[in-house]
């Protein structure tokens, strides 16, 4: 079959324009957010508990190790809020058992439209405690189900311990050397890369004013099927016969646009080729 000299030129330039004006649409994607705008509800994606929408494959789960001793309480607030930014979710944890027990708050997002779970990802939520004293603070990515502590399926993970950020780089944990101060708002910001499973993240003590930044390349927990998980977790291991309280915000979930552009520039180099290849 013979083209006209004119005809593949513009079908080229009509195609890399289209393709440049959909990848700039994925750059500037929308993330998956939860800012808690919605008040207390079960029909609103940003409300407490909830409904699935907005990129959320469902409401806020309650999980804990210890069904029956635990109960973890959430509310909508609009006391003092974090980082002047209005509702937030004011979250307790009573543990009435003589162990320690966790209790957490727990949702999933769709990690296979918009947001690709096999891509990296950028995590960021805003927290804060009045205090410190009665538990280990724990914020989690899990594989497979809504998880109710730290285990095998967790894919990154930071927590408090002994008074002090840390984060677990595989089977290891270490200390950030930044201190949890009570009524400090913490800001995470999590760049998450299931391509290589590993982490990097910053904290952020918006209150003080102080920033820790992480190693790069901190190994996932769950380093198997070159994914990230979809179920976020924010809890607290309590302490026997005690109740721990907490408050979260301004959650979002981000693809990265450098990684959907790397994509985008790939289908064009294809497509170039096959050009080329057509019109030898």
């Known amino acids: 079959m013979k083209y006209s000299s004119t005809f593949p030129g513009a079908l080229t330039f009509s195609f890399v324009l289209n393709i440049l004006l959909f990848s700039a649409t994925l750059g500037h994607a929308s993330p998956i957010v939860a800012n808690f705008s919605g008040g207390t509800n079960t029909t609103n994606p940003d409300g407490y508990t909830g409904a699935a929408g907005n990129g959320w494959s469902a409401g806020w789960v309650t999980t804990t190790n210890t069904p029956g001793s635990v109960n973890v309480t959430g509310t909508i607030s609009t006391a003092s809020p974090l980082n002047s ?3 937030y979710l004011s979250v307790s944890v009573a543990n009435s058992s003589g162990a320690t027990a966790t209790g957490f708050e727990t949702r999933q997002f ?24 009665t538990g280990q603070f724990v914020f989690l990515n899990n594989v497979g189900s809504a998880p109710s502590g730290t285990g095998g399926s967790n894919t990154w993970v930071i927590s408090e311990n002994d008074s002090t950020w840390t984060y677990r780089d595989n089977t290891t944990t270490v200390s950030t050397t930044m201190s949890i101060v009570s009524g400090s708002v913490y800001k995470f910001t999590l760049l998450s890369d299931p391509t290589s499973y590993t982490y990097s993240f910053k904290i952020d003590n918006i209150t003080a004013g102080t920033t820790y930044t992480s190693p790069t390349g901190i190994n996932y927990r769950n380093k198997t099927g070159n994914s990230d998980g979809t179920y976020l977790g924010y809890g607290v291991f309590t302490n026997p016969s005690s109740t721990s309280t907490f408050s979260l915000d301004t959650i979002a979930i981000v693809p990265e646009p450098g990684t959907m552009g790397l994509t985008v520039l790939s289908a064009v180099a294809g497509m170039f080729l096959m050009y080329r290849r057509r019109k030898a």
Do not use: K, L
Request: proline share 7%; glycine share 14%.
């Open 110 to 133: 769709n990690g296979s439209t918009g947001i690709s779970v096999t891509q990296p990802i950028t995590y960021s939520w805003t927290f804060s405690t009045p205090s410190f004293t």
């Open 85 to 87: 930014g209005g509702d």
